[in-house]
């Protein structure tokens, strides 16, 4: 965290292969409200990959509500535009689109998206992304990503304990307490 007023978080990520980099500014502002409270993060995240492809994106706009009372929901707003800056790209994903048959959303939920790769005009689809994050992604009329078939499964290699950080989850003590069921 390079300021605390305002939140200000930079990163930079190397991997062991050298394939890829990350290198991101977070700018977080957050407005709060009675019921619902926004949190902006600005700034620009770069993928760098070793052959010069770069990819940048900014995050959405991140919508808590139900803090104070009723149920919890995080909503995604706006749409999440990542740019190929080396090949000269534009992959657009509304999240949350209003429901609209001719495009294909027969209903508007939370978790519904609709976009795909623009061309050079910025208006005509060259690839298309469609479905529902948490059921299933339809890329191209190609299935890419369902929730009733795709199964995550745990890394099955143990970490070896000198690369655990100190500041691991795994040494929190509220934690184990959970774990061994003793709530009180």
Request: proline share 7%; charged share 25%.
């Amino acid at each position: 965290q390079t300021s605390h007023h305002p939140p200000v978080s930079n990163i930079q990520i190397y991997p062991p292969h050298g394939n890829w980099r990350i290198d991101a500014q977070f700018n977080f502002k957050i407005d709060p409200g009675v019921i619902t409270v926004h949190i902006k993060q600005s700034g620009v995240t770069k993928l760098i990959l070793k052959d010069g492809t770069t990819y940048e994106w900014e995050f959405p706009t991140i919508s808590v509500t139900g803090i104070i009372r009723g149920d919890r929901y995080v909503l995604i707003k706006g749409p999440l535009v990542v740019k190929d800056t080396y090949n000269d790209l534009v992959c657009q994903v509304e999240i949350a689109p209003k429901a609209d048959k001719s495009r294909g959303i027969p209903k508007q939920r939370q978790t519904t998206i609709y976009g795909g790769i623009l061309d050079g005009s910025g208006k005509n689809y060259i690839s298309k992304i469609t479905g529902d994050y948490a059921d299933k992604v339809v890329v191209d009329d190609e299935e890419l990503w369902n929730i009733d078939t795709k199964i995550a499964h745990r890394p099955l290699a143990p970490v070896d304990e000198d690369m655990i950080l100190p500041s691991d989850c795994r040494f929190r003590i509220d934690r184990m307490y959970l774990i061994n069921k003793k709530l009180d």
